[in-house]
């Protein structure tokens, strides 16, 4: 039976006023995930009016599902030009995005990318320049971003997110994606995973800072998170159904990102870990894995700090007076050291907010002390134990550990603090730093 949160039932549900007083609609039009479903590709291309389609590939996602993407092209007669990348790793920076408006055929009038995160981010960039309709044909269920109106970019050598469009159809064909790296199919359980601690911090901020929040959004990401978990057993087996949970979860984070308008449904503390971990891949060649691997690692550091905070207790004093004592250009510093030459970027964002603001501060302070039960009890609702998550990541095989993808153990702490700066949305660090706690874990 169909459950109210699957992905056809989102798709198909008409714009609505929510409880949170926000319309939500879900921009993505239409998605198939299933055996056998890059065969619907020519029906959307003209369900969506295309005559001539654009593909954009790379050379590894071509063989995963491009192949079979153009022949069902050809086959009914639908005419293409082909842009693909090389096999070296892609990163979605300024050249990467310029490159297909270099060899685009103004002759066709809809895209399709075949691939996972960095193609879909990078189509997703090109499809907004071009107001044109866009496909993804999906090759591993490795990533979050598929049904979102935003693009993960590196912009200045700083890891950004940028409005972008919207797919209107998410193909995900499950014999192409059970198929794909175990790296890859690992990922997406990891991002998956994130959710917890994404919801958890959603929550939090609301009672801190008074940000918005919607329930209803929040128990759509529950609900295909519990699926995924449900079904985690079947990934390395590559179970059809197992596989297919894991894409539709992924779509559906994307649908819960649009309708909220913000992607604190889906990022958090786990997430920052992520991208501090690729910034320092690009300005110091450090080593680096998927972003959804990291994602897990980042949820299994978390986890374990969550379960310490539930041991503390705010003391207003003490936080205040950390505010005060606290040397703001020394950790400044710090965060060149750490990031390089994107550092100057995150350093503006964080003195444009109000981070760094006395009076924001001790209000925060405030909530914080007189909400501390209420926050604890998020946390219980919300987060699996540490030791349920390990036993999640042993059962796929994933790493645990940034020593296991060769980033020091040792520099987990430092880190931690740097996932306060790199975007104004409330996180664990940022709790702990208006405590005055953040340098205690």
């Known amino acids: 039976m169909e459950s109210q949160y699957d992905v056809s039932q989102l798709i198909k549900k008409k714009p609505f006023r929510c409880s949170c007083g926000k319309i939500h609609q879900a921009h993505l039009k239409d998605a198939v995930v299933g055996a056998g479903a890059v065969e619907t590709l020519s029906e959307y291309v003209r369900k969506y009016g295309g005559t001539k389609a654009f593909v954009i590939a790379d050379e590894n996602t071509f063989a995963a599902g491009g192949e079979k993407a153009v022949r069902n092209l050809e086959r009914n007669g639908i005419p293409y030009t082909r842009f693909t990348y090389g096999k070296e790793r892609l990163e979605p920076d300024e050249v990467a995005i310029g490159a297909p ?13 075949v691939g996972s995160g960095v193609i879909n981010d990078i189509t997703k960039i090109f499809a907004k320049l071009t107001s044109l309709p866009f496909i993804v044909v999906a090759t591993a269920p490795s990533m979050d971003g598929y049904a979102s109106s935003t693009s993960s970019v590196i912009r200045e050598k700083l890891k950004v997110s940028v409005d972008s469009a919207c797919p209107d159809v998410v193909i995900g064909d499950t014999d192409i994606l059970k198929e794909a790296p175990m790296l890859m199919i690992r990922a997406g359980l990891g991002d998956m995973l994130a959710k917890y601690t994404s919801l958890c911090e959603w929550r939090i901020g609301r009672i ?43 779509i559906i ?11 604190r ?17 690009l300005e ?36 205040l007076r950390f505010f005060e004592e606290f040397d703001r250009q020394a950790w400044f510093g710090t965060v060149r050291a750490y990031l390089g030459r994107c550092a100057d970027a995150v350093i503006k964002g964080a003195e444009g907010s109000q981070r760094y603001d006395k009076e924001a501060h001790a209000r925060r302070v405030d909530n914080i ?21 390990r036993r999640l990541l042993t059962l796929i095989g994933a790493p645990q550990k940034p020593s296991e993808i060769g980033i020091p153990d040792s520099e987990t702490s430092l880190a931690f603090q740097m996932t306060r700066e790199i975007r104004d949305k409330y996180i664990l660090s940022s709790l702990l730093w208006d405590m005055g706690e953040i340098g205690n874990f």
């Open 101 to 113: 408006a270099l060899h685009f055929d103004h002759a066709c009038d809809i895209l399709v990318a």
């Open 208 to 250: 801190v800072t008074g940000e918005y929040y919607c329930e209803e959004v929040a128990k759509m990401v529950r609900a295909a998170l519990k699926k995924c978990v449900d079904n985690a057993q079947g990934l390395l087996s590559r179970d059809p159904a197992a596989v297919g949970a894991v894409m539709e979860g992924l």
């Open 253 to 263: 984070s994307g649908i819960a990102a649009d309708w909220a308008g913000v992607s």
């Open 265 to 281: 449904p889906v990022s958090g503390t786990e997430h920052y870990f992520s991208h501090l971990w690729d910034m320092r891949a």
């Open 284 to 319: 110091f060649s450090t080593p680096w894995s998927l972003h959804g691997i990291q994602c897990g690692i980042g949820e299994m550091e978390t986890l374990k700090i969550y379960e310490k905070v539930k041991k503390r207790t705010p003391d207003r004093a003490a936080a």
């Open 369 to 389: 002390c007189a909400h501390w039960d209420e926050i604890l009890a998020v946390t219980e609702q919300e987060l699996p134990s540490y030791d349920e998550m």
